[in-house]
T-cell receptor, first 112, second 115 residues
Framework: KQEVTQIPAALSVPEGENLVLNCSFTDSAIYNLQWFRQDPGKGLTSLLLIQSSQREQTSGRLNASLDKSSGRSTLYIAASQPGDSATYLCAVSNSNTGKLIFGQGTTLQVKP | DGGITQSPKYLFRKEGQNVTLSCEQNLNHDAMYWYRQDPGQGLRLIYYSQIVNDFQKGDIAEGYSVSREKKESFPLTVTSAQKNPTAFYLC??????????????FGPGTRLTVL
């Protein structure tokens, strides 16, 4: 059974710092991996999608990497800003149904 | 303006009542999903539908029912059989191709509280 873990559960950094969020999964036979952002009381916003054949994806200050063999993905945020404060969720799909299995998220606080 | 809408934003249910949560999308997506989010537990899949008039149970389907009569609509009914329905409910959709599923998009959510 696929399990997704995100460590740490919470992270607080000063503005301007570069940071890395971690996601690990137990079954390397994935279709894709998606990173989301969630603000309090809101829905999820898709940040990046990495297909199983890809190693990384970039969007602005965000870069996500995927290492299927080790069951790991990282989300790199460059030059963090207070507006980046949110919960970041990692989810994997390991079948052609599109079903996502989620980690519990990392809550990020960027202090001005 | 394309997207996924969920209504209502807040919903209060009395013990023994059935309630229905609405989810509509105008993205022309084939597949739709319902997830439940509880504090500290992440999101868990309730039901999903890959095509009209067909749907499958997810990991926590007991006490819930769905229908998919139209491509753009996937309502979720929380029945009185659901023992602990208080949670944040999220609807999602994705475009499908012959061999893979693409980026999944989410609605704004409905917060259900049992009184």
């Amino acid at each position: 059974k696929q399990e997704v873990t995100q460590i740490p559960a919470a992270l607080s950094v000063p503005e301007g710092e570069n940071l890395v969020l971690n996601c690990s999964f137990t079954d390397s036979a994935i279709y894709n991996l998606q990173w989301f952002r969630q603000d309090p009381g809101k829905g999820l916003t898709s940040l990046l999608l990495i297909q199983s054949s890809q190693r990384e994806q970039t969007s602005g200050r965000l870069n996500a990497s995927l290492d299927k063999s080790s069951g790991r993905s990282t989300l790199y945020i460059a030059a963090s800003q207070p507006g980046d404060s949110a919960t970041y969720l990692c989810a994997v799909s390991n079948s052609n149904t599109g079903k996502l299995i989620f980690g519990q998220g990392t809550t990020l606080q960027v202090k001005p | 303006d394309g997207g996924i809408t969920q209504s209502p934003k807040y919903l209060f249910r009395k013990e023994g009542q059935n309630v229905t949560l609405s989810c509509e999308q105008n993205l022309n997506h084939d597949a739709m999903y319902w997830y439940r989010q509880d504090p500290g537990q992440g999101l868990r899949l309730i039901y999903y539908s890959q095509i009209v008039n067909d749907f499958q149970k997810g990991d926590i389907a007991e006490g819930y029912s769905v229908s998919r009569e139209k491509k753009e609509s996937f309502p979720l009914t929380v029945t009185s059989a659901q023992k602990n329905p208080t949670a944040f409910y999220l609807c999602a959709s994705t475009m499908t191709s012959a061999s893979s599923y693409n980026e999944q998009f989410f609605g704004p959510g409905t917060r259900l509280t049992v009184l």
